[in-house]
């Protein structure tokens, strides 16, 4: 059975998009969590063009499952997760011009001293990266907990034969991440529908999923939209 991590981004999106107060992430943090999210997760970005540096601390003292913070491999970063002290840091590439992040972590040795440091404060690290064995060894090497497989070319792929050799790739990074005792997790581009096939590849434990669960709460409310992916994950 896989764990949910709800990502609520999308919440703070739509509340910068006037610079005022409502909707509150806090508040729909706790509406996922009563309707089946095992975990609430957030992008804290160096342009804090969504979620702010107040919904983390709040969602610290608030959040009764687990909180996920997704955030660059920055000194400004790692201190503020040092302070909060997440149950995971889920390290992730930023640009700013990006819409959304385009693509898995390209791991390097300052990864390695960052995930060290991250650690030492009792933080599980996980690390985003592509379902890839060359970047997996370097998870692996550098003493990562966690690996989330970004599952975005995945989800952009129309031709059948791609996509069952992408969902090819994926199982065996699974099994790679496995054999080594990291923690399996996958997110990006994620929907109702694409998620059928991913999910019945054995050993994911994790689903982060924000954008499509957002949409679909527009149109029938944010506790049937999670309850529903929930359903589908396990």
Same mark, same amino acid.
């Given at each position: 059975?896989?764990?949910?991590?709800?990502?609520?981004?999308?919440?703070?999106?739509?509340?910068?998009?006037?610079?005022?107060?409502?909707?509150?992430?806090? !508040? +729909?943090?706790?509406?996922?969590?009563?309707?089946?999210?095992?975990?609430?997760?957030?992008?804290?970005?160096?342009?804090?063009?969504?979620?702010?540096?107040?919904? &983390?601390?709040?969602?610290?003292?608030?959040?009764?499952?687990?909180?996920?913070?997704?955030?660059? +491999?920055?000194?400004?970063?790692? /201190?503020?997760?040092?302070?909060?002290?997440?149950?995971? &840091?889920?390290?992730?590439?930023?640009?700013?011009?990006?819409?959304?992040?385009?693509?898995?972590?390209?791991?390097?040795?300052?990864?390695?001293?960052?995930?060290?440091?991250?650690?030492? /404060?009792?933080?599980?690290v996980s690390v985003f990266i592509e379902p890839d064995p060359k970047i997996i060894k370097l998870a692996i090497k550098y003493d990562a907990d966690a690996v989330?497989?970004?599952?975005?070319? !995945?989800?952009?792929?129309?031709?059948?034969?791609?996509?069952?050799?992408?969902?090819?790739?994926?199982?065996?990074? &699974?099994?790679?991440?496995s054999t080594a005792n990291l923690r399996v997790a996958a997110g990006h581009g994620l929907t109702y529908h694409n998620i059928n096939k991913l999910s019945k590849?054995?050993?994911?434990?994790? !689903?982060?999923?924000?954008?499509?669960?957002?949409?679909?709460?527009?149109? /029938?409310?944010?506790?049937? +939209?999670? !309850?529903?992916?929930?359903?589908?994950?396990?």
């Amino acid at each position: 059975m896989a764990n949910l991590g709800v990502n609520i981004d999308h919440i703070a999106t739509l509340r910068q998009a006037r610079l005022g107060i409502e909707p509150e992430p806090v !508040y +729909a943090a706790a509406i996922a969590e009563q309707n089946g999210a095992d975990q609430i997760t957030v992008h804290l970005r160096e342009d804090r063009r969504h979620i702010q540096l107040r919904d &983390v601390k709040l969602l610290r003292q608030t959040v009764q499952t687990k909180l996920n913070l997704e955030m660059a +491999a920055t000194e400004e970063m790692v /201190s503020i997760a040092q302070t909060i002290k997440p149950d995971t &840091v889920t390290l992730v590439p930023e640009k700013r011009e990006e819409l959304t992040t385009e693509g898995g972590l390209k791991l390097t040795e300052h990864h390695r001293g960052v995930i060290k440091n991250l650690k030492e /404060s009792g933080i599980e690290v996980s690390v985003f990266i592509e379902p890839d064995p060359k970047i997996i060894k370097l998870a692996i090497k550098y003493d990562a907990d966690a690996v989330e497989i970004h599952t975005g070319t !995945y989800a952009n792929l129309k031709d059948a034969n791609e996509i069952e050799a992408e969902l090819q790739r994926i199982e065996k990074a &699974v099994k790679m991440i496995s054999t080594a005792n990291l923690r399996v997790a996958a997110g990006h581009g994620l929907t109702y529908h694409n998620i059928n096939k991913l999910s019945k590849i054995d050993g994911i434990e994790e !689903y982060n999923i924000g954008h499509s669960i957002i949409c679909r709460s527009v149109f /029938s409310g944010l506790a049937e +939209a999670v !309850y529903t992916m929930k359903m589908l994950v396990e």
